[in-house]
């Protein structure tokens, strides 16, 4: 597969008078064209910095980029000037926030904001720049796109300002889609459909998707493949269907024990024990160590990621 993305031994740190925190610690993974990779992990873990480390946006000045290297369509975008990367941000690579609201501003109509990026990535203007904005609304089932245009975010539902930013990353066509936990303010029904018009627009322009969440049952139906985070690295890494099928990290076993199924009895949902790791104090070696329930002394040291069949890979001593 043509590889749209190559992210290799990535690294982003904030350094702050508590000491230095490694919100990302040395990630490789790679992305190819029309695929899809889930990234899980409790909150803290590392999902939202990746991505905002592949996007340059790692907020300073406290926060560095200090190791790695960004491959996206073959050129290392950490060599890349900052009116590059605004020309990259938006036209190549879209990102889709987790809070609309906070996301598009509300002085501004749908038609301010959307015609903005499709006038600076598209260089549309006149009768071309409304009816290609028409179209956008239209492509995701926004009803009576012409009157949604001259109306503000806050006349909009969560579902119909989610689904504006989703016209907002299409209208430029981009190469990749970072979708950042969007349909965390969704209720059940509105997120299905968000999800499947996602899909859709994956499909549509033949792109790679990165989708942030914490929600396993999404990750089942939307990914190829799912990388797990845990204190700023990737503890494992597999199709999808390993994942859920042989698990091989006791941290990823732990999420999955934590999510309900359908058609299973059981008395309690088991609950990770401890708290998630302070990343200014980690312990040595493994960070999940104190809390993991198989825990060797060789744990003090930091494993390797172990290749295994299928693509499947786990930072484990005792994985299999």
């Known amino acids: 597969m043509d590889k749209l993305l190559v992210v290799e031994d990535l690294k982003t740190h904030f350094f702050i008078r508590r000491g230095v925190i490694k919100a990302v610690d040395g990630v490789t993974f790679s992305l190819g064209r029309g695929e899809s990779l889930g990234l899980v ?47 990259i941000r938006g036209g190549k690579i ?58 503000y975010p806050h006349q909009l539902s969560g579902g119909m300002r989610q689904r504006v930013i989703g016209a907002m990353a299409l209208g430029c066509e981009p190469s990749l889609l970072i979708a950042d936990e969007p349909t965390t303010a969704l209720d059940v029904t509105i997120q299905a459909q968000y999800l499947l018009l996602l899909r859709e627009m994956r499909d549509r322009l033949g792109a790679g998707l990165i989708f942030v969440t914490h929600d396993l049952g999404i990750v089942e139906c939307m ?41 299973e009895r059981s008395e309690r949902l088991t609950a990770i024990e401890g708290q998630p790791p302070d990343l200014a104090r980690l312990p040595t070696g493994c960070a999940f160590r104190p809390r993991c329930p ?18 499947h890979r786990a930072a484990c001593w005792l994985a299999k």
């Open 223 to 263: 990914c190829d493949r799912v990388a797990v985070m845990y204190a700023g690295k990737i503890v494992e890494e597999a199709p999808v269907t390993s994942i859920f099928a042989d698990a091989r990290h006791p941290y990823t076993r732990a999420l999955l024990k934590s999510v309900p199924r359908l058609g």
């Open 294 to 311: 198989i825990r060797v002394g060789l744990c003090e040291e930091y494993p390797p990621l172990a290749q295994f069949e299928g693509g």
């Open 41 to 87: 992990g409790e909150s803290g873990s590392g999902k939202s910095m990746m991505c905002l480390s592949i996007l340059r946006l790692v907020p300073q000045p406290a926060g560095r980029i200090v190791g790695g290297s960004i491959r996206f369509e073959g050129d290392n975008l950490l060599d890349k000037t900052e009116r590059e990367m605004r020309y």
């Open 94 to 151: 879209a990102l889709i926030p987790q809070d609309p609201m906070t996301s598009l501003d509300p002085t501004f109509s749908v038609w301010s904001q959307l015609s903005e990026r499709l006038r600076l990535h598209r260089g549309l203007s006149g009768k071309p720049l409304w009816d290609r904005s028409v179209e956008l609304l239209r492509q995701v089932r926004i009803p009576s796109p012409e009157e949604r245009l001259h109306a």
